[in-house]
């Protein structure tokens, strides 16, 4: 798999989607495969604490058995950034 994609950094102060973040990734990050935030950053409110936000506008999927492949676009009226 191939991802063309835009990246921002999550502002210290867009308090929401860092919570939005924070506790998407409590509920569901699956057993044995992750981390609890907590033990790293204090909160949403920690400086340290960094959020990198990733827009795809193009995705490949190859198929290893035959190499064939599927692309999918972000449609032409979507905005992206």
Excluded: C
């Excluded at 990246?7 to 990050?29: F, G, K």
């Excluded at 198929?63 to 992206?80: C, H, K, M, N």
């Amino acid at each position: 798999m191939h991802v063309d994609a835009t990246a921002d950094w999550i502002p210290l102060e867009d308090l929401a989607i860092r919570r939005h973040v924070w506790d998407l990734y409590q509920r569901t990050s699956p057993a044995g495969a992750g981390y609890p935030l907590g033990n790293f950053w204090s909160g949403i409110e920690d400086p340290k604490l960094h959020i990198l936000k990733l827009e795809p506008w193009r995705i490949q999927v190859i198929r290893g058995r035959d190499l064939r492949s599927t692309i999918w676009r972000v449609p032409a009226a979507a905005t992206v950034g």
